[in-house]
């Protein structure tokens, strides 16, 4: 006869808001490497551009990118952002 266990949440480490928006950051690479790598695997070429930079105001910015995507047929096209009401 098997005991019962009772599971329980751990407690979340402390997190900074630069951690947060670190690892945010982080994950969100990773997925869109996984989702160049799938484009690549159909067929296509992507090279991600540089389309606009992020500033602050107190020094602090950050390149925002933009996919840049060729077909076989060698027909350059710009990814259109998918429609999920948040501004790109």
Do not use: C, Y
């Not at 402390?14 to 160049?36: I, P, T, W």
């Amino acid at each position: 006869m098997m005991s019962q266990t009772e599971f329980s949440r751990l407690p979340k480490a402390a997190e900074s808001d630069q951690e947060r928006a670190l690892r945010r950051m982080a994950d969100a690479v990773h997925h869109l490497n996984l989702a160049v790598t799938r484009a690549v695997d159909s067929g296509l070429s992507v090279e991600l551009i540089r389309g606009s930079r992020h500033h602050d105001g107190s020094g602090n910015w950050g390149d925002q990118m933009v996919p840049l995507v060729r077909g076989r047929e060698g027909t350059a096209a710009q990814a259109q952002p998918a429609a999920s009401g948040q501004a790109a």
